[in-house]
């Protein structure tokens, strides 16, 4: 049996590999047909004597330019959910494009705190990946289960912990949810915070709601960068 965390950097790669080779191939393609379609609506005849002839023809052009469109905004939401360009601007600019996505899908507000010495940190892609996708996962947690008002996110450096806390005022999770861990994805938040040598722990706000804490040392070595 394969072990969790080598496998998990595995899946990490191959969606960086697969999110590149659609915007390098499948953009530069969708790109090509999208300006080939434009030179031909150019060279449509436009003169009133048979613009009513070329209407038809016309139409069909600029409804394969939607449909081109279409896969092209397609095409960046499947790589955004595999591998985001934003992580290669960094854990701060991947958390802020990801909680104004957030609070667009759910129209939930949000605070996000980023700590100075937090932010000056130089993370690998391997590590803001991981922790990307654990705070993704834990307010996607709080929208579906917690039936959250507003989320609060924050990186903090506190002595030599690396600390990602996300927190909610929802209901809560079930009392069995830590141990039930495969139905809310807390096993495999666990599992990507254990691939970068980080604890998850889960419990509630004192005034009600869910708080996610994610904490590494900066001690720990960087886990390996991913493959170019």
């Known amino acids: 049996m394969s072990d969790p965390i080598d496998a998990e950097r595995i899946r990490e790669e191959e969606r960086r590999r697969i999110a590149c080779d659609l915007h390098d191939e499948l953009g530069s393609h969708l790109t090509a047909l999208k300006m080939a379609l434009a030179q031909l609506q150019q060279q449509l005849p436009t003169s009133a004597a048979i613009v009513d002839d070329a209407t038809p023809l016309q139409a069909q052009v600029s409804y394969a330019d939607q449909l081109v469109d279409g896969a092209l ?5 499947i790589i955004d959910d595999l591998h985001p360009a934003v992580l ?9 494009w990801l909680t104004k996505s957030f609070a667009r899908q759910t129209g939930l507000p949000h605070d996000l705190l980023v700590a100075p010495a937090a932010a000056k940190l130089q993370l690998d892609t391997f590590t803001t990946a991981s922790l990307y996708r654990i705070a993704r996962e834990a307010l996607h947690n709080a929208a579906r289960h917690a039936h959250a008002r507003k989320m609060s996110i924050a990186l903090l450096l506190e002595g030599t912990q690396l600390l990602l806390e996300i927190s909610d005022d929802g209901i809560g999770l079930p009392q069995h949810a830590a141990a039930d861990a495969q139905a809310s994805g807390i096993r495999g938040m666990q599992t990507r915070a254990a691939a970068i040598g980080a604890t998850l722990q889960l419990a509630a706000n004192a005034g009600g709601g869910t708080r996610w804490q994610v904490s590494r040392p900066m001690t720990v070595l960087s886990a390996p960068k991913l493959i170019k």
């Open 73 to 77: 905004e397609a095409m960046h939401n």
């Open 88 to 96: 290669a601007l960094g854990l701060p600019a991947t958390l802020e």
